[in-house]
Structures are given as C-alpha cells and as structure tokens.
C-alpha cells in the first residue's frame, strides 16, 4: 500500500516537472509565471454565443496600445463587429465600399465622436481614452452597428460561434473575470491563476 502511494507521488512529481517544463520553455522568463483560461459561454440564443468579451478586470501594470487595430466597412458592415481593445489605442476606420461611410457613437467614453463621412479607401482614426463599451454607428446606413470594447489589459478574447474563448500568457494572481455581450449579461468570477495552470470557467448569460 505505501509502496503504491509512493508511486503515486513520484509519477505525479514527474508529472507536474513536465507541466512546468513544457508552460516555460527555456529562454523565457517569467517572473511569477503564467496561466491559460479557457471556457464557453451559453446564452438563451445561440446566435448571440459569437462575438462576447471575456476579459479580466484588472491586472496590475501599465499595458501598452493594441497593436494595428482597425474595423473595416464592408458590404455595409463593421468588421469586426465587436473590437476588444486596450485602453489608449488608436483605431483605425477604412471605408472599403464604393460608397460613402459614416462612424460616430452617443456613448460619452469616447467623447460622443463623429467622425465624419468619407469614401472608399479612405481612413480615419479614433483613440480610446477611456476604458468601457462604445457602440459605432454610420448616419449613412443606419442598421450598421459594431462595438469598440475598452480595457485596462490584454488579457481579453472574443468567443466564437460556438461561445468558447481562450485567454494566454495571464500572469499568476488572483482576478475577476468578467464577460461582455451586447445583449446579454453574466455573472463575474473570482480566479486564481497559477503557473502552468489551465483553467476552465464558463459563462451562463442571461437578460
Ligand atoms: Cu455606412
């Protein structure tokens, strides 16, 4: 019996060496080490599982701009439709149709901002002082809509058609995970991420 018990502990010791091993490869350092968060959402429509922000609140540090962000006008749509970004990036808005587009929101955590119209091919920027949800709208075409996402960190992904996201590289602590969706709400949830660790939380949304 103590001989199987300490099987037990020196296959899992293994076990947990190659975990560590293969969650830090060598020449990258991690002072705290980091974790993966993987998860599905499930919602009363599945139409509305695509396209939710699963995000971590806060994580301490200052996180840089989201590199090349930008949403497309095309075929009368904004793509993406929701854009996750961290706070202070600049987002670029190209009109690729061959008529005219329009970007503005009514949302105050970007200024209310109108950008004007403009035509194909054409850019014009926007950067995103404050964290929260601003929704995008053209006065061309008004059953355009999209969504620009503001975060304090990187930390964030956009589930797909099926609901499920993964969140990487997250720095070992303790959070509160949060989920966003334009019509439906979910319950936050306290974590704790650990080195090497996956974890699995899932998001029931409701009205
Ligand atoms: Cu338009």
Not at 35 to 51: E, F, M, R, S, W
Not at 65 to 87: E, R, S
Not at 195 to 207: D, I, M, P, T
């Amino acid at each position: 019996m103590l001989k199987t018990s300490k099987m037990v502990l020196f296959y899992s010791t293994i076990a947990m060496v190659a975990v560590f091993a293969l969650s830090n490869p060598i020449g990258v350092c991690y002072a705290q080490g980091v974790g993966t968060i993987t998860g599905a959402v499930t919602v009363p429509l599945p139409k509305y599982k695509k396209d939710c922000v699963v995000y971590i609140e806060n994580v301490p540090g200052n996180w840089p701009p989201t590199k090349g962000a930008c949403i497309d006008q095309k075929g009368l749509v904004f793509i993406p439709h929701v854009l996750p970004i961290v706070v202070n990036t600049t987002v670029e808005f190209l009109n690729s149709d061959n008529v005219l587009h329009n970007v503005f929101t009514p949302d105050k955590i970007a200024d209310k901002f109108n950008l004007g119209t403009w035509p194909q091919g054409e850019i014009r920027t926007y950067t995103f002082k404050q964290t929260g949800v601003a929704i995008l709208l053209c006065k061309v075409h008004t059953e355009m809509e999209g969504y620009a996402v503001v975060l304090q960190n990187p930390f964030f992904s956009v589930t797909d058609e099926n609901g499920n996201y993964t969140i990487k590289d997250v720095p070992a602590g303790s959070y509160t995970l949060k989920v966003w969706n334009k019509k439906y709400g979910g319950k936050p949830q306290q974590i704790e991420v650990k080195n090497g660790q996956a974890l699995q939380l899932n998001f029931e949304l409701k009205k």
